[in-house]
């Protein structure tokens, strides 16, 4: 049997609720909870494949709604934790593809490397691409995606070394990432293909 506080907030409009939500009232916060929790985890679910991940990607959304409660600016409850979900599917997907490509590339890299023909094909038209991407970056992101990347320098090193704030050799970093990713997205789909089929 539902207490008499649950079902005060029951009868809450979701914008009642994003009122109470404001005022750090965790009864508001709860019924929120309650009442899109499931639906938030069947589109993710749906979209992902993976429960563990969807649960995941919606107990972040809540835990950020909540911390962020004083300054969230929410029109439309409903709308903001759907759209708000579906941005963090999307850098989920985003992640877990950089990351299939990063694994392919250390097997390649690795000690266990190019013991066939095949490999040694592949970690050569990888390298290469790495290459050919990183000089495509602007002389200042390439020097510092290499200091960061090659030579393992942490980011109050390079700032120090190149001159700039932190928070520039961050957007460098970040930038870097980007081009990058994007110059390899090609052949790393093209080299996971081929690495699934045989």
Known sequence: MLSLSTSKYAAFSDTDLLAALRTDDQGGFTEIYQRYCYQLVALAYRKLGNRDAAEELVQDLFESLWNRRASHEIMQLKQYLF????????NYIKAQ?????YELYCRLT?????TTTEDALAHGELSAALLAGMRRLPTKTREIFQLSRLKQYSVAEISGQVNLSEKTVEYH????????????????VLLIVFYRCF
Not at 110 to 114: E, F, K, N, R, S
Not at 173 to 187: A, E, G, P, W
């Open 97 to 101: 593809r950089v990351r299939a490509g």
């Open 83 to 90: 759209s708000a979900l579906h941005y963090r599917i999307i």
């Open 110 to 114: 690795g000690p266990q490397a190019a």
């Open 173 to 188: 970093l970040t930038k870097s990432l980007k081009l990058l990713r994007n110059y390899l997205r090609d052949f790393l």
